[in-house]
């Protein structure tokens, strides 16, 4: 079948063409990504030091067809070739999500096509199906960091969730990028900290900078990042103090890379060690990383590594780099897997879906 996935929760325009087929059984579906057509914003909300949601709608509004246009000419498909739509429904910002709702649900009204509303969440988990998958076997752990979301979340099969741990505080994104503006690195905040963390990897200098990990030992799946924020705000002032520098001069260069590898490690230290309590509480057979932080490479290779060693049967997987922010294919993954696990009468519904969008997302993510 062949599914058109809107994306536009945030600040990606985001529309992809999968085509997806299952060969003996639903594990070994053979999935396709024919086009996966992205209009960023960053540069527009970079000036405003975060998504303002009014802003990121209205640029929705002036690039979904333009991108949707392209996605179809990119997929060489037309709108007869489309079993399916599906569109991120819920959560983001409301603003951003109701255009992209208003385009499916218009498509879908006029194309006579089933319309499903997506999770973004499970879609950014299922950007795990993207890439070869057959060896992704179920209980499923799924470690979702995202801007606006961070969560410890077991699949015990397909579409069926249960979130057994998760911040307190703010998601993990958002700490990349609060602390990026506290060492004045800009938005968004996750790359930058990444490769300035790569720069002192590279000086081979040893890191005297050691921040507080909360919650690390608390004896639960669940996270805090406030405090590792509030810790790296007081470094910096503390060395402008001792230094003499003045609120408004440029931190020197060394220092911003220490202080971001710093707090890169603290925070991949964190979650190594609460998906691997994860795993051999729960029985673990995947590792899934999902949602924007999965690009980390310094949180990809803990986590390989980590499992390797101490879960030798386990496998872990992290999105094909280009599917970790946000896209339409990780939406049109997610729908074609639970397309398939509904039943007939469900999947009737999807026919008027343009009416009811959300009757087919699961809630039982937040
Ligand atoms: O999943 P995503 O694209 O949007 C949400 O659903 O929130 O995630 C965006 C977040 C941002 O906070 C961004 O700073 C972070 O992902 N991010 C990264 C990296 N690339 C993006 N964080 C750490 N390392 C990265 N390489
Ligand atoms: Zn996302």
Redesign the pocket.
Known sequence: MKILAIET??DETAVSIIEATIEDSIESSNIKVLSNIISSQVELHAQWGGVVPNLAAREHTKNIIPVLTESLEVANTSKNDIDLISVTHAPGLIPALLSGVSVAKTLAFSWHKPLMGVH?IEG?IYANWIAPHTEIVFPALALVV????TQLVVMKDHCQYEIVGQTQDDAV??A??KVARILGLGY????I??KRAQIFTDSGAKNDIELPQPMRNSGDLNFSFSGIKTAVLYTVKNYKKENNLSDDTPLPQDFIDKVAHAFQTATTEIFTKKTLTAVSEYNIKSVLLA???S??VQLRESLQNHITTDFPDVNFFAPPMEY???NGAMIGVAAFFRYNIINDSEKSLLKDGWKTVTASANMALK
């Open positions: 929760s945030c973004h950014h995202s801007g606006g979301h994104g958002e990349f990028d968004p905040g996750g790359p900290i990444s949602g924007g932080v690009a980390n970790c922010l946000d």
